[in-house]
């Protein structure tokens, strides 16, 4: 029960980092609310459940073939800290939305499926992060990575279906306090886990107990 919980809230927490952290989905999400409206931001919010599965099955069955190597595993999950790192920033670092052009047509879900298969973010996250932790989890069972993946795409979805909202009625928020102090609450979150990759990675290439 412990595994299970704890994947369900490092998906919870990575879900929510991910959702909320700049990048160019998030401000295609919020541009199109400021634009066109909270419809076709959560459009747009919806696209990493449409592109995200061919990257992690692609990602999972060449990782899997490297687990009897740990030092390729090692620098592997490392190289994970350190993009969690560089989310961490970008979180402390958010700068506020711009809107965009609202004489353009939305297209909103073919925009943000393309932002995200052109973005290199989810293709380094699962590579280095995402999927290296399902693996990790799955030597309990496969409870755990349902977990992960569930608690991770709700978050994450979720997370961008709620700053359209809020861009949508409290335009002001975005560029608030309030809303600086909660990206840095994810930025921290994410440098927790980054921390426990580089005592993987460290083990796993024999340099830490």
């Keep these: 029960m412990a595994d299970l919980a704890s994947a369900a809230l490092a998906g919870a927490a990575m879900g929510l980092s991910a959702g909320f952290a700049p990048g160019p989905l998030l401000s295609l999400v919020l541009s199109q609310t400021l634009a066109h409206g909270p419809r076709e931001g959560v459009k747009v919010a919806l696209a990493p459940i449409l592109t995200d599965t061919p990257i992690i099955l692609a990602t999972w069955l060449l990782l899997s073939r490297l687990t009897g190597t740990p030092a390729v595993l090692g620098v592997v999950a490392l190289a994970g800290a350190a993009l969690l790192c560089r989310y961490a920033y970008d979180c402390f670092q958010a ?66 279906i709620l700053a359209a909202g809020l861009a949508g009625r409290f335009r002001r928020f975005l560029s608030s306090r309030g809303y600086r102090l909660f990206m840095a609450a994810l930025g921290a979150s994410l440098l927790y886990f980054a921390w426990g990759f580089v005592r993987q990675g460290l083990s796993l290439l024999g340099l830490a107990s």
Excluded: M, Q
């Excluded at 506020?96 to 925009?111: E, F, M, N, T």
């Excluded at 992060?129 to 569930?150: H, M, N």
């Design 95 to 160: 700068p506020p939305p711009d809107a965009g052009d609202p004489a353009k047509a939305p297209r909103s879900v073919l925009r943000g499926v393309a932002a995200n298969f052109s973005n290199p973010h989810p293709y380094l996250f699962w590579a280095t992060v995402g999927v290296p932790y399902l693996l990790e989890a799955a030597r309990s069972g496969p409870a755990g990575p349902i977990a992960y993946l569930a608690t991770f795409y709700v978050c994450i979805v979720g997370a961008k």
